[in-house]
């Protein structure tokens, strides 16, 4: 007769740590891989917000008297009677110091609630006290925020994806063609990552292109790619704006923050006819940027690396290799308008200093003091760029 014999009791205890530890391993791979190509997704359509209509200064003291200048209005604010130049001293009866107190009232009105507007209009020796009532709108983020007049448009990328966006033309008061510029959105953003510089650009007299890359925002697909797949978008947001009446198809840019950095900067290095291009933040190589953020919890790149990269490449459908958006800048050979944030956390300083290296002197490099991946632009950041795309266009 054969005894059963118990298995000893630290081969058992060493099982079940080997199972925890390969468990805590596929998990960590998993959720990795599936950020990469699978972000929280936001979108325009749920974007609606109360809105007063005002563009105010951004930088003043705080400890000051109460005042924050108003640098333009759109409705509902202009057609109540405030202008650009009116200093905000008061909303609901309380004084205003910085942007945020206004933009605290308007956050917990409702659709037609009045806020009451104290201001000072200011006209050479002579000043007038203002008090309106301005009646606030709910409605989603557009150009429209900024005062001008845009198109709901769709094309499709390389993969037949349908991508969705808006078309801002240029100024009515353009003679002829004019240029262009398409602007690629980071990998947890949609078209309104570049909005902030619409006004601007549209004053330069440039037509502006804003998309959703596939599985982004309104646009169709699940996934992205990290610039790969969206360096085609680009290519494809190009020839959708060269088609477009009032614009000149030989003086096309492309302008990309983060992801849509990379995903210019592959475009420009594989297609002849970018003329001019302005990035944000980009990654040099997509291999280095995923073991920094490996390395930023503290994990070992060499051990999680490859199955991330892996897994991600076969849910995007892409070669992680491929994309490295500072290596196309040997076969992009136009300017380049470059930002980096110096307190970048998510994409180190060094990689803005590569493409500098690459591209030499074409490249004007501005680095942010104070200034994180997804941080506030200071406020010649919009000139700028507008000068430069009308300079280079």
Avoid: C
Wanted: proline share 8%.
């Amino acid at each position: 007769m054969t005894l059963y014999r118990r298995p000893r009791v630290w081969k058992k205890r060493l099982a079940m740590a080997t199972m925890a530890v390969l468990v805590g391993y596929a998990l960590i791979v998993a959720y990795f891989s599936h950020f990469m190509v699978s972000p929280p997704r936001i979108r325009v359509s749920e974007s609606s917000r109360p809105v007063l209509g005002v563009f105010m200064e951004v930088d003043r003291d705080p400890e000051g008297p109460p005042g924050v200048r108003i640098l333009r209005t759109v409705d509902p604010a202009r057609v109540t009677g405030l202008e650009g130049g009116d200093v905000i001293l008061r909303v609901d009866d309380l004084p205003v110091y910085t942007n945020t107190d206004v933009a605290e009232v308007v956050r917990a009105g409702s659709p037609g609630d009045l806020v009451r507007v104290e201001a000072r209009r200011v006209a050479g020796e002579s000043q007038t006290a203002i008090l309106l009532d301005v009646p606030l709108d709910v409605r989603p983020v557009s150009p429209r925020d900024h005062g001008l007049e845009f198109q709901d448009v769709a094309f499709t990328d390389p993969l037949g994806k349908t991508l969705r966006g808006w078309y801002v033309p240029p100024p009515p008061r353009s003679a002829g063609l004019n240029p262009g510029v398409v602007y690629g959105h980071g990998n947890g953003g949609d078209r309104r990552h570049w909005l902030p510089i619409v006004w601007e650009v549209h004053h330069a007299g440039i037509a502006q292109l804003f998309f959703d890359f596939a599985g982004r925002g309104e646009s169709e697909g699940s996934t992205i790619s990290l610039g790969a797949r969206e360096s085609g978008a680009m290519i494809a947001g190009l020839e959708f704006l060269a088609g477009m009446q009032d614009v000149d198809p030989t003086r096309i840019g492309l302008a990309g923050r983060s992801m849509g950095g990379a995903a210019a900067a592959l475009a420009a290095g594989s297609d002849p006819r970018v003329r001019a291009l302005v990035l944000d933040s980009p990654f040099a190589d997509l291999t280095r940027e995923v073991d920094h953020v490996i390395r930023s919890y503290y994990l070992p790149p060499a051990l999680f690396r490859a199955p991330i990269l892996a897994v991600a490449a076969m849910r995007g459908r892409f070669e992680p290799s491929e994309v490295v958006p500072a290596a196309a800048m040997e076969t992009y050979h136009g300017p380049v308008l470059l930002y980096h944030g110096r307190d970048d956390d998510a994409v180190p300083m060094t990689d803005a200093l590569e493409f500098k290296e690459r591209t030499g002197d074409r490249l004007e490099l501005h680095l942010l003091d104070d200034t994180g991946h997804n941080g506030r632009r200071p406020a010649p950041y919009a000139e700028r760029i507008a000068e430069f795309l009308r300079e280079n266009l």
